[in-house]
Each structure stands twice: as structure tokens, then as C-alpha cells.
């Protein structure tokens, strides 16, 4: 479609050069194609890396919900063989303990959604550099066939109002 669209700009007007003009189609589309793959090759990889990261936020959560089990377990247990009653401040503290044990685990939950956001961002970006890649290819590959088929293409100083 890109080389449709970048041989009738070219072919528009009266051609100087055709074969010219046709060497530089071709190769603003492989060059457009190359752009649009490489950037889906990111786009793939930053899919692997979200899955990638919620498996390990996965896994760090469980790692830190087995310790927090085991040091709890361990206060409680030195608790009651020291012979003090659950009641009052020994209470508050393992209260605090068990609070604080679930806000690392928060803490780890949020640091991942982190991540996953970076990687959700970069991803848009990659379809946008996508999107973007072909329209500035097609413009830019119509302008230099447009010059080389002898049409001038526009440039600023041209005086030429941006007509091809």
C-alpha cells in the first residue's frame, strides 16, 4: 500500500527521471518497513517484559507472605513460652508486626504496578512510532520521488507554496 501510495504522488507530475524516481519509492518503503517491524519487535518484547514482571511481583509477594508467616509464627511462639498473657501491649505489637508485614507486601505490589505502567507506556509508544512511521515515510518518500522524478518537491525556499 505504501508503494501505491508513493508511486502515483510520484507519478503525478512529468517525470525527469522515472527510474529515479522509482529506486527512491522502493527504498522509502523498505526503509518505512524496516522502521514499522523494528518497532513491533519492541512492541512484542515490552508484552514479554509485562508478563515477565508480573510473574516475578507474583513471586516476590509469595516469598515475602512465607516470611512474614515465619517471623510472626516465631514472635508468637517466643511469646508464649515466656509466659505473657496476650492481653494489652503485647498485643499491640504484634498487631503492628502483622500491619507492617501486609504493608511490604503492599509495598511490593505497588512497585510492580509501577513497572507495569513503564512497560504499558513504552508499548503505546512503540504503536505510535508505528503509526507515525508510515506517514512519515509516505510524506517524506513522496517529496524525494517527487524531486527525483523532476518535480521539485517542496521545500520551504522553494517559493513553490508546498505544490509538488
Known amino acids: 500500500?505504501?508503494?501505491?501510495?508513493?508511486?502515483?504522488i510520484c507519478l503525478r507530475g512529468v517525470m525527469a527521471d522515472p527510474i529515479t524516481a522509482a529506486l527512491v519509492v522502493v527504498?522509502?518503503?523498505?526503509?518505512?518497513?524496516?522502521?514499522?517491524?523494528?518497532?513491533?519487535?519492541?512492541?512484542?518484547?515490552?508484552?514479554?517484559?509485562?508478563?515477565?514482571n508480573a510473574q516475578?511481583?507474583?513471586?516476590?509477594?509469595?516469598?515475602?507472605?512465607?516470611?512474614n508467616i515465619k517471623r510472626l509464627g516465631a514472635a508468637r511462639a517466643a511469646r508464649g513460652a515466656s509466659g505473657i498473657t496476650i492481653e494489652g501491649s503485647p498485643m499491640e505489637i504484634f498487631s503492628?508486626?502483622?500491619r507492617n508485614a501486609e504493608m511490604d507486601i503492599l509495598n511490593i505490589k505497588y512497585q510492580g504496578a509501577l513497572v507495569d505502567r513503564r512497560l504499558?507506556?513504552?508499548i503505546l509508544l512503540e504503536q505510535d512510532?508505528?503509526?507515525?512511521?508510515?506517514?512519515?515515510?509516505?510524506?517524506?518518500?513522496a517529496f524525494k520521488a517527487g524531486k527525483a522524478?523532476?518535480?521539485?518537491?517542496?521545500?520551504?525556499?522553494?517559493?513553490?507554496?508546498?505544490v509538488l
Do not use: C
Open 27 to 52: 527504498s522509502a518503503a523498505t526503509g518505512i518497513m524496516s522502521e514499522v517491524e523494528a518497532s513491533r519487535f519492541n512492541e512484542k518484547v515490552g508484552l514479554q517484559n509485562q508478563a515477565i
Open 149 to 162: 522524478a523532476g518535480g521539485g518537491g517542496f521545500t520551504p525556499s522553494s517559493g513553490n507554496g508546498g
Open 56 to 67: 516475578q511481583t507474583q513471586a516476590e509477594v509469595d516469598r515475602k507472605r512465607r516470611e
Open 129 to 141: 512510532n508505528q503509526k507515525t512511521a508510515i506517514s512519515k515515510g509516505v510524506i517524506g518518500g
Open 96 to 98: 503492628e508486626n502483622a
Open 120 to 122: 504499558a507506556n513504552e
Open 1 to 8: 500500500m505504501v508503494l501505491m501510495v508513493l508511486t502515483i
